[in-house]
């Protein structure tokens, strides 16, 4: 596509990948946004890693690793080592495949929902990402600010292809789900 996101020619099997979030929601429903030991956590994301001793591993990985009371930050990329049990075979497969092809390792492993009509905000992440898109539609896009000055801003349209995404999320970019049914992603951060 382009710097911003590359097509990688690391693939997984879609519908196996769909099935694989299926079974993984059997165990675990997308979370709502609620309250667990005095924190609030995000909802439409399910976490396939999470860090030792969480109590709450399915969520763990949500959000933000930053405060946003505060601005500190209160976990890496690398403390998440643990991967769920419930995780299928195919999936921890696609992901050794992914992390080999790639000679990395990853952190928050997670499938990101986002609903019809909605978005996140321009942001940059501390480091890039990849994706592998589960569902879409043609009004779902990646938004890329390209001038600080301007309002000015690149969209592109991943598909649901088969293929991994590499995605520089660590320059400005906002999502947005212009589309009539949910977007779902499996977002993979670096290390």
Not at 55 to 84: C, H, M, R, V
Request: proline share 7%.
């Amino acid at each position: 596509m382009n710097s911003f996101i590359t097509k990688l020619n690391v693939t997984a099997d879609l519908p196996q990948m769909t099935t694989d979030l299926e079974e993984i929601l059997k165990v675990c429903p997308w979370p709502e946004r609620q309250l667990f030991n005095g924190q609030t956590y995000p909802a439409n994301q399910l976490g396939i890693t999470y860090r030792p001793g969480s109590t709450i591993p399915w969520i763990d990985a949500g959000g933000s690793l930053i405060d946003p009371k505060t601005g500190q930050i209160f976990g890496y990329e690398s403390d998440f080592t643990e991967l769920n049990p419930a995780v299928p075979d195919s999936l921890k497969d696609a992901l050794s495949r992914l992390s080999s092809a790639e000679n990395t390792k990853f952190g928050r492993i997670r499938f990101m929902r986002l609903m019809p009509k909605t978005g996140l905000t321009v942001h940059a992440d501390f480091e890039t990402r990849y994706h592998y898109v589960i569902k879409t539609n043609p009004n779902s896009f990646f938004g890329e600010k390209i001038d600080e000055n301007e309002v000015a801003a690149v969209c592109y349209h991943v598909p649901a292809d088969g293929h991994f995404y590499h995605v520089d999320t660590t320059r400005p970019h906002f999502v947005y789900n212009g589309g009539w049914e949910p977007r779902i992603h499996l977002v993979i951060c670096k290390v």
